[in-house]
Structures are given as C-alpha cells and as structure tokens.
C-alpha cells in the first residue's frame, strides 16, 4: 500500500523548535515533489512549503520564511520540515503529499497525503 506518514509533531513552548518526517511507503518519495501544508481549527488548508524532486527548488510561505527549513534525503524516502522560532499561530495539523509536479496550485490534484500530524505551540 503506497503512503505517506508524518511524525514529529508535539507540544512545544514558543520560540521552540520541531522537525516533522514524512516518510513514503510503497513508491520512490523521489519521483515526486513534496508540498507541507498546515490547517489550524476552524481554517482552510494552506501551503507552507514545497521542495523540487531534486531538492533544488525550493518555496515557502511569508509566514514561515526565516524560520522554516525543508530538506529531503532520497535514499531516506523522506522529506523534513525544520521548524524553529515557533509561535503560537504555528498550531495546526501538519500534512505532507506528493506530487510529480512542483508546488501546483490546485492541491487537490496530489497524488498522495499523509495522514497529519499535530503541532502545537503554547506556553
């Protein structure tokens, strides 16, 4: 079965830091593009940040610019989102999904989503 899991998610104080895995089972995470997106309680999905099958390309939101890292190790099948300097508006469910294109418009056209993991961010 071909799927897509993050972890890493957790309770975390501001100015914290976490790194979010997704990890690919059942096809080669390399082939496709990554895009991380976030939904908080009572709000739309939204991009965070998308990253080239190579890792070359790189995009990332203005809310997140500076403080946010992705990065991906093919031989790993896995892609990771480096989150520092976390604030409380950082709280939502963090979902990985994959596409053979880099960061499409339309997000329902990924292939595959991970299931999410929660991040929250509170003193």
């Known amino acids: 079965q071909s799927q897509l899991v993050e972890s890493g998610g957790g309770l975390v104080q501001p100015g914290g830091s976490l790194r979010l895995s997704c990890a690919a089972s059942?096809?080669?995470?390399?082939?496709?593009?990554i895009g991380w997106f976030r939904q908080a309680p009572g709000k739309e999905r939204e991009g965070v940040s998308c990253?080239?099958?190579?890792?070359?390309?790189?995009n990332y939101a203005d809310s997140v610019k500076g403080r946010f890292t992705v990065s991906r190790d093919n031989t790993k099948n896995t892609v990771y989102l480096q989150m520092n300097s976390l604030k409380p508006e950082d709280t939502a469910v963090y979902y990985c999904?994959?596409?053979?294109?880099?960061?499409?418009?339309?997000?329902?056209?990924?292939?595959?989503w991970g299931q999410g993991t929660q991040v929250t961010v509170s003193s």
């Open positions: 059942g096809f080669t995470l390399g082939y496709y593009a």
């Open positions: 999904a994959a596409d053979t294109r880099f960061c499409p418009n339309d997000i329902h056209t990924y292939d595959y």
């Open positions: 990253i080239s099958r190579s890792g070359r390309s790189i």
